[in-house]
């Protein structure tokens, strides 16, 4: 079970009806993909509080956060709710999704999806979107690197994009998702660059029935160790699972075999996702 005092967050899952093809992209078939299988991942690993990312794939604003609501009610308040919004719809579909936002005050980040849809993460029209994360005190979190879906253009995911908003918007935390992968030099260098950007460990596993999937969480480990060297020290990196593409045991190995101090490996597995979520103001 969870610890009640400092309790693992785990802030990349997903559990959305919208999911795209769950035999496909899970983890197997007995992954159990609900609010009671996922919880009971969570407390294996003493995961205490998961951030539940809505999907761009869903059909309207309305419906991810009417089923953010669901999952949070469903969890004990456990699995924290997120919005998510397209600026390639246009600007009165972005103050439409911000002034429904402004209606729920229990979210505790924005996603986007640059790469499956065609955006960069530094187009103007997501200002009023980092405007209000600003006035929110929430992050901002953002997909890079490789996708699911075959028809994404990944150029449009490529870390760099990441370096100007969290410039011009430096009273906004930016989280560079699945540590860019495959750019992970690129985004430790934005992460190091900037002190409002963090990155998170989701996405850089692939399916576990891989015949080099051993030799995957070991080059994987030497690449979060890489990026902590470049960065220099753990407090801007966030343990991730991206659940159910990956078993939350197997997802915190990769943090606990990391070659760091075990407090730095808490840092990574809670404290930071803590602190900037202000889970402990809770």
């Not at 079970?1 to 992209?25: A, K």
């Not at 992050?139 to 994009?161: C, E, S």
């Not at 990769?254 to 597995?269: M, N």
Request: net charge negative.
């Amino acid at each position: 079970m969870p610890s009640p005092t400092s309790p693992r967050v785990d802030v990349h899952l997903h559990l959305s009806r919208y999911w795209p093809n769950l035999s496909r992209n899970s983890y197997g078939p007995e992954v159990d993909f609900t609010v009671p299988g996922l919880l009971r991942e969570l407390d294996g690993e003493r995961i205490g509080f998961g951030v539940l990312l809505q999907l761009e794939s869903a059909p309207t604003v309305e419906e991810t956060l009417r089923e953010g609501e669901e999952m949070f009610t469903k969890s004990g308040g456990r699995l924290l709710r997120t919005a998510t919004v397209d600026p390639t719809l246009g600007e009165a579909e972005v103050a439409r999704a911000i002034a429904l936002w402004e209606k729920a005050p229990d979210l505790v980040a924005v996603k986007l999806y640059p790469g499956y849809r065609h955006f960069y993460p530094d187009d103007r029209r997501l200002d009023p979107v980092y405007e209000f994360a600003h006035r929110r005190g929430i992050p901002m979190m953002i997909h890079q690197g490789d996708t699911l879906n075959p028809d994404a253009l990944v150029k449009f995911a490529r870390p760099i994009h990441v370096d100007e908003p969290a410039v011009r918007f430096r009273d906004v935390s930016f989280v560079m998702c699945h540590l860019g992968n495959p750019w992970i030099d690129d985004t430790a260098e934005i992460v190091y660059k900037n002190p409002n950007v963090y990155t998170d460990t989701s996405g850089l596993l692939g399916p576990m029935h891989l015949p080099y999937f051993d030799r995957m969480i070991e080059r994987s480990r030497e690449r979060i160790a890489g990026a902590l060297e470049y960065i220099g020290g753990p407090d801007r990196v966030l343990y991730g699972s991206d659940w159910p593409l990956l078993r939350i045991d197997v997802a915190v190995s990769l943090i606990g075999g990391l070659p760091i101090p075990s407090e730095d490996r808490e840092k990574i597995l809670g404290g930071n996702a803590r602190r900037l979520f202000r889970l402990d103001r809770a």
